[in-house]
């Protein structure tokens, strides 16, 4: 926090994955659990059920991502490293830093968090209020609202990239025309 500037008021809640508010985007589940709005804009934490394949292609955030693996196995492409995470492991993933991951197993359960909040504006604003606790059934839209994406994106501190896709040939997600910055430009 700047100095002089007041913080955003926050009180103590518990929030529960079965009741927490829900959305499919991208193929995956998205849960709730920790929003900017509940944590006085210092933290996010959702809950995802990811199928095998999913994942963005190359971006960075303007927030550090953090993974907690549950259940499952997924590489990460974080700058020149290549991560395996799988059942138990934690990632990082420093903010600015251009990553893409792939869900490697028939499905993952991550929990996926950061600092600041931000990120989960874009769920919440593109994504689909999931209809059960599933994976999103077959032939939904990648994103609910892709007209809105670029802006969407760019307020949520997300940022495509026009970089080599290295867990995926020719594979692109359908971002809804977002537009991309290309490697190494700066928002």
Same mark, same amino acid.
């Given at each position: 926090m700047n100095e002089g500037q007041a913080a955003t008021p926050y009180t103590a809640y518990v929030a529960n #994955? =079965?009741?927490? @508010? /829900?959305?499919?985007q991208v193929g995956i589940l998205w849960v709730m659990l920790a929003t900017g709005d509940q944590t006085g804009g210092n933290y996010s934490l959702m809950?995802? !059920?990811?199928p095998k394949d999913s994942g963005p292609s190359p971006h960075y955030h303007d927030q550090d991502e953090q993974f907690y693996v549950l259940d499952g196995q997924i590489t990460y492409v974080a700058g020149d490293q290549t991560l395996v995470a799988t059942t138990g492991a934690f990632v990082l993933i420093p903010r600015g830093t251009v990553h893409s991951f792939r869900v490697d197993s028939e499905t993952a359960t991550v929990l996926n968090s950061y600092t @600041? =909040? +931000?990120? $989960?504006?874009?769920?919440? /604003? !593109? +994504? $689909?209020?999931? /209809? /059960? #606790?599933? !994976? @999103? @059934?077959a032939g939904r839209p990648m994103i609910a609202h892709p007209e809105r994406a670029a802006e969407v994106f760019d307020r949520a501190g997300m940022h495509l990239v026009e970089a080599p896709d290295s867990l995926r040939e020719g594979s692109v997600p359908d971002w809804g025309g977002a #537009?991309? #910055?290309? $490697? +190494? $430009?700066s928002s």
């Amino acid at each position: 926090m700047n100095e002089g500037q007041a913080a955003t008021p926050y009180t103590a809640y518990v929030a529960n #994955r =079965a009741d927490a @508010p /829900a959305y499919w985007q991208v193929g995956i589940l998205w849960v709730m659990l920790a929003t900017g709005d509940q944590t006085g804009g210092n933290y996010s934490l959702m809950w995802q !059920l990811c199928p095998k394949d999913s994942g963005p292609s190359p971006h960075y955030h303007d927030q550090d991502e953090q993974f907690y693996v549950l259940d499952g196995q997924i590489t990460y492409v974080a700058g020149d490293q290549t991560l395996v995470a799988t059942t138990g492991a934690f990632v990082l993933i420093p903010r600015g830093t251009v990553h893409s991951f792939r869900v490697d197993s028939e499905t993952a359960t991550v929990l996926n968090s950061y600092t @600041p =909040a +931000g990120f $989960e504006q874009s769920i919440v /604003a !593109l +994504g $689909e209020p999931a /209809a /059960a #606790r599933t !994976l @999103p @059934p077959a032939g939904r839209p990648m994103i609910a609202h892709p007209e809105r994406a670029a802006e969407v994106f760019d307020r949520a501190g997300m940022h495509l990239v026009e970089a080599p896709d290295s867990l995926r040939e020719g594979s692109v997600p359908d971002w809804g025309g977002a #537009r991309s #910055r290309r $490697e +190494g $430009e700066s928002s």
